[in-house]
């Protein structure tokens, strides 16, 4: 890191602008400036001890034993199902209720959930690794523990499975995305995984480098996109242009994605403009405004959300007649949505987090194909 950037990271950090870090931790939006870098520096300088932190749970997990994993949840769900009540309509199964149970766990000063410290474990502990991913898998496919708990920076496992710091770990980033993680999720600076991957310090080491080209390969092939700022505005795609002199395979691998991605969307079925999803992959719905660009449906992913700043600059209603197309009663009948994920005729809003009106601005409408 240069001087001047020390220089400036340590101002924001002193500086008197914003919140305190007790008033941060108890929200959960997007921070920017002086707020976001209070928070990025507390989680950065505590970590989880081992010793000190962690409870029974977590000390069968550190064994490395997924039989014995198992059996603990298998004593959860039956624990469950002794306590249920015979009206099953209004509670979940005790199956779910054990997989809530666990996913609410959380360890250490940054509250790394129970994904979080199986990946530490495999870094803290490698002699045990094949076990920590058998019991990752076990609980992410199998007990179906959700995956999107995040930390207390709002980083969720998958992004720092991939996210360089301090390792890359494909094998485990490979589980989440099967079991539903999000490669586009977004921390409370804004950032995605790709932030932190062309967040290099050492470009002239050849080993970091390979690392963050690892990354950012398996990144931009399962769905990640480089044009989503954080909170600062800083887009990864930037942070590879600047790279690009000293490192320039980055900036190539986002390039080539690039024109992978036109060309899918390009074609009759065509992708998602965020994640490049073809219709394979998911159900895609047209912008309702200009019913030219597809996204992943909202209940899914919040593609839509993540991509209208890029997208409103070139986005125009369409014309009357293929408006008329994306009328209420049709957009009713045929399924469609309202705007950004609230269902006609329902009451929920799944905008996705991260998401206010001022980053939708227009409140846009997704139309079923």
């Known amino acids: 890191m240069d001087s001047a950037t020390r220089a400036r990271m340590a101002s924001m950090l002193n500086s008197s602008e914003g ?31 081992p010793a000190r932190d962690l409870d029974a749970y977590a000390r069968l997990l550190q064994t490395g034993d997924v039989a014995a994993v198992r059996a603990e949840f298998a004593q959860r ?6 306590e249920s009540t015979m009206d099953s309509t209004t509670q979940p199964t005790p199956e779910d209720a054990a997989a809530q149970e ?25 002699a045990h690794a094949p076990g920590y991913l058998a019991i990752l898998r076990f609980l992410a496919l199998e007990a179906r523990v959700p995956v999107d708990m995040p ?11 991939i996210g360089t710091k301090p390792i890359v770990d494909l094998d485990v980033a490979q589980v989440l995305l ?24 050492t470009p002239r080491d050849a080993g970091v480098v390979a690392r963050a080209a690892r990354a950012l390969e398996w990144f931009l092939a399962h769905g990640g996109n480089t044009a989503i700022a954080d909170g600062d505005g800083m887009r990864p795609r ?11 395979g980055l900036l190539q691998f986002i390039e080539d994605a690039d024109r992978v991605r036109g060309v899918r969307a390009q074609t009759v ?22 019913r030219a660009v597809r996204y992943c ?17 070139s986005c125009v209603r369409s014309t009357p007649d293929r408006q008329a197309a994306a009328t209420p009663s049709r957009q009713a009948a045929d399924g469609g949505f309202a705007f950004l994920g609230t269902k006609i005729g329902g009451a929920s809003d799944s905008r996705g987090a991260g998401c206010s009106l001022a980053d939708c601005e227009s409140r846009l409408s997704l139309c079923i194909l």
Request: some cysteine.
């Open 269 to 290: 079925e065509g992708c998602c403009a965020l994640c490049g999803r073809g219709a394979e992959e998911a159900r895609l719905l047209k912008c309702g405004r200009c």
């Open 178 to 201: 099967a079991a539903g993680g999000d490669v586009n999720a977004r921390n409370r600076y804004g950032a995605t995984a790709a932030h932190e991957i062309l967040q290099i310090w």
């Open 151 to 161: 930390d207390l920076s709002g980083t969720q496992a998958l992004s720092v499975a």
């Open 238 to 248: 930037d942070m590879a242009l600047r790279l690009a002199s000293a490192a320039p």
């Open 297 to 313: 449906a909202p209940t899914a992913r919040a593609c839509q959300v993540l991509d209208w700043p890029q997208h409103k600059k």
């Open 19 to 49: 919140r305190p870090l007790s008033e941060l931790v108890k929200t959960k939006e997007i921070l920017k400036g002086a707020e976001s870098q209070r928070l990025r520096t507390f989680c950065t300088s505590n970590t989880m001890s």
């Open 77 to 82: 769900v039956a624990r469950h199902t002794a």
């Open 102 to 126: 666990i996913y609410a766990l959380a360890w250490g000063p940054t509250r790394l959930a129970v994904y979080n410290v199986l990946l530490h474990f495999r870094v803290l502990f490698p």
